[in-house]
């Protein structure tokens, strides 16, 4: 079992017209960083919300009607069905209306897009999850899903990082992974900051300082592209070949489903046929535009 | 025969009434476009995807959005005219909008239309469809194709839709051995003036030898000023953008218009472009059409209308492009494949 085969796994297909947004309503607001919140919504539709189902790794297209779309990868596990999550940096026009948006508003949702983490073959092994600033959304709905089914992993140990205490995301979930016994929890800054006695270093400077083992393991990078091209010559050093490190890849997007073009690498359609990918298969892309 | 079409369908011929040429609805007595039977301007790609098109409207009802999809089937037309090179890329394209998601709103249109093909009889010194693998007078992707043999037109049943419409129709004779003779003839002729050729033997091993050439790249865009044109007036270029209308009320309409990969802002992203630099959106262009297409549908995605070469406001040449590739004996390409 290699990553590429999951592409082909059966999963939820958005039916009809693929392009009509799903209604959703913003039911809770949470305030990661001064830049960054997380949305918890649920669909209208009452059959919608009892029929969807997602992969950790999926990404939705979000709107503000009226303002525009933005891609997002889902951030909750799909083992938590009270709502669904998304993360959300205010970078842009579409981000920002999302941003000035309160409680009760409605988005619009179309989705899941994209292939997903490749949980049979994350099976059995060790898992070490390394992010940093907001590319922790994506991990964090494995995280949780890896947590809920606990059994079917070997060790997991995450190590995190962000520019500054204050940019740290989902600061209450770290606090319980790293009460978790069966979670090794390593949180990082880039900088001393008052009042932080954690470490203070890089995500990739952390990396090597914990060494996980590559024995029987995989690893999982996301986060800032900087980040993971650092990260990865860290873990080979350790041990770990290209098709034992995942990551995921952010390109531009409009239709979330291959066909108006931007997010191409190659022949390769981050949309599509991503936007998880292990190293050995990025190693291989014809082109150097990821 | 247009006339009896007319009563089922919305029918366009090739036009210059708006000042550019383009298929327009036909005004029931114009027959012009029969005698000039010159290639378009705007590729009929537009009556499939529109240049801009609304996919749903939205309102506001009690505080909540209601979103309002666009009314049902599109109407049924039938493009008459158009030339093998269009109507190949209508089937090249055809590809991308089925692959995975349907894309209803290409498909509709495209299901609900007939194509009537003209053979070209007078092909521009831009024009290399003949090196693409089909010529200008052949049936390609049409449901019936009409070719000028002097004094009448000889029809060539393609499809069941093509063969749907002409039953019944008034003035259509069994054509003769001569008739076809002169429609082979007229075929050859065709052929002979398309001029311009470009090589695309083993062109998928020769491409990528120059992919990180980034010299060779600089230097083939650097006149290309990232207008655009060249990729709005493609047949096979489908590449779309998404965007939000919103009136003062809270309601609005998201559209689609034609992108384009010559802009920078086509793939920037808060952060970071991968496509900022001019000689990777040229290389895109190139590739997309030439290998990266080719890959995902084994088709390459030019049919050689020459459009791009004829309307490019600074004169830059596919065909000179191509012409520049190394030529990339099989031993070596496969050396430097490797090597890389």
């Known amino acids: 079992m290699t990553i590429s085969d999951i592409s082909h796994r059966k999963r939820y297909l958005p039916e009809g017209n693929v392009y009509l947004p799903h209604i959703a309503v913003i039911e809770k607001i949470i305030y990661e960083t001064p830049n960054v919140k997380t949305f918890h919504f649920n669909f209208k539709d009452e ?3 009892e029929e969807f189902t997602f992969e950790s790794g999926q990404f939705g297209e979000y709107s503000v009607l009226g303002i525009g779309e933005a891609t997002f990868c889902i951030s909750s596990s799909p083992t938590r069905r009270d709502n669904l999550e998304c993360t959300v940096a205010r970078v842009g026009k579409v981000t920002n209306a999302l941003h000035r948006l309160g409680e009760g508003a409605e988005i619009g949702f179309r989705g899941p897009f994209g292939n997903s983490f490749p949980l049979d073959y994350m099976a059995g092994k060790n898992l070490v999850l390394v992010a940093g600033g907001i590319g922790l959304a994506p991990l964090r709905s494995l995280i949780w899903n890896a947590l809920d089914n606990r059994a079917q992993y070997g060790s997991i140990d995450i190590i995190y990082g962000a520019r500054t205490p204050g940019d740290l995301c989902f600061k209450y979930d770290l606090e319980s992974w790293e009460k978790d016994s069966s979670v090794n929890m390593t949180t990082t800054v880039d900088r001393e900051a008052p009042d932080w006695q954690g470490n203070v270093g890089f995500v990739p400077a952390i990396t090597e300082k914990v060494a996980p083992s590559a024995k029987n393991a995989v690893a999982i990078v996301c986060g800032p592209p900087i980040m993971i091209r650092f990260t990865f010559p860290v873990l080979e050093k350790l041990g770990f070949t290209p098709a034992q490190m995942i990551t995921t890849l952010e390109k531009r997007m409009k239709c979330g489903i291959g ?3 931007r997010c191409n690498i190659g022949d390769i359609y981050v949309c599509r046929d991503g936007p998880v990918f292990s190293y050995e298969q990025i190693r291989n892309f014809s082109s150097d535009e990821y | 025969m ?8 919305a029918v366009f011929v090739p036009s210059k009434a708006s000042g550019v040429s383009q298929m327009e609805v036909w005004d029931g007595q114009d027959t012009a476009f029969l005698d000039r039977n010159r290639n378009t301007a705007v590729p009929p790609k537009a009556k499939f995807l529109p240049g801009m098109e609304k996919m749903f409207g939205f309102r506001k009802e009690e505080g909540s959005y209601v979103v309002e999809p ?7 037309q039938l493009l008459f005219g ?8 209508i089937g090249i394209i055809d590809m991308v909008f089925k692959d995975a998601y349907d894309d209803k709103y290409y498909l509709s249109r495209r299901e609900n239309t007939v194509l009537v093909g003209m053979a070209c009889t007078s092909p521009y010194d831009s024009c290399f469809c003949t090196s693409l693998g ?6 390609t992707d049409v449901d019936i194709m009409l070719i000028d043999i002097g004094d009448a037109l000889l029809i060539e049943e393609v499809t069941e839709k093509g063969r749907g419409i002409l039953a019944g129709a008034k003035g259509v004779i069994e054509a003769t051995e001569k008739d076809e003779k002169e429609a082979a003839a007229a075929r050859e002729s065709a052929n002979a003036k398309v001029s311009r050729k470009i090589d695309t033997a083993e062109i998928s091993r020769r491409l990528p030898l120059v992919f990180n050439d980034r010299e060779f790249w600089e230097e083939v865009s650097a006149k290309c000023v990232s207008c655009g044109i060249c990729t709005f007036l493609c047949p096979t270029c489908y590449c779309f953008d998404i965007n939000d209308e919103m009136l003062q009320d809270g309601s609005g309409a998201r559209y689609r218009n034609w992108d384009c990969c010559s802009f920078a802002i086509y793939t920037r992203m808060p952060a970071e472009n991968p496509r900022e630099e001019k000689w990777r959106r040229v290389r895109q262009k190139v ?3 030439y290998l990266f297409y080719p890959e995902l549908f084994n088709v ?4 050689g209308c020459g459009r791009c070469i004829r309307q490019c406001p600074v004169n830059w040449d596919i065909t000179q492009t191509l012409s520049k590739l190394p030529a990339g004996s099989p031993g070596k390409a496969e050396e430097k494949q490797k090597a890389s």
């Open chain 1, 47 to 49: 059959k919608l919300k």
């Open chain 1, 259 to 261: 066909k108006c073009g």
């Open chain 2, 2 to 9: 247009l006339e009896k079409w007319q009563k089922e369908f």
């Open chain 2, 70 to 76: 666009t009314d049902g089937e599109p109407p049924k």
């Open chain 2, 82 to 89: 158009i030339h093998p090179c269009d109507a190949r890329a």
């Open chain 2, 134 to 139: 089909f010529g200008p007078a052949d049936a």
């Open chain 2, 287 to 289: 590739y997309h059409k």
């Open chain 2, 300 to 303: 390459i995605a030019c049919t």
